[in-house]
């Protein structure tokens, strides 16, 4: 019986996409989840059979990569929600906001 290969191509691609886009508090969430969440599938069809594949300890290190990268999304998301709700609501964040951009001379 001859092993198959698990292409970790499609799992780092988006943990660099969601990496990328970690500065976006929601946006770099959606890859990095989807990542981890393919990845997770992957490592566990690998450890019920582990003859039958070829690379599974790589896909398992896909999937930590996934995950941290997922991990730093949740982290700065949850870093925007604090100074959001510190600001005092959406409307004082967003003043508060506007009064820096002026403060460097950025217009609005």
């Not at 929601?26 to 070829?54: H, R």
């Not at 398992?60 to 700065?76: G, S």
């Not at 709700?85 to 403060?103: C, K, L, N, T, V």
């Amino acid at each position: 019986m001859e092993k198959q290969k698990l292409n970790t191509t499609l799992v780092y691609i988006l943990s660099i996409v969601g990496f990328i886009c970690c500065c976006l508090p929601l946006i770099g969430i959606i890859p990095s989840a989807i990542a981890f969440f393919i990845a997770n599938g992957k490592v566990k069809e690998w450890k019920a059979n582990p003859e039958a594949y070829e690379n599974g300890q790589a896909m398992n290190t896909a999937r930590i990569i996934a995950l941290v990268v997922l991990i730093i999304n949740a982290l700065y998301l949850a870093y925007n929600i604090f100074l959001i709700f510190s600001a005092g609501g959406w409307d004082a964040y967003m003043e508060q906001q506007r009064s820096m951009m002026e403060q460097y001379g950025i217009q609005s």
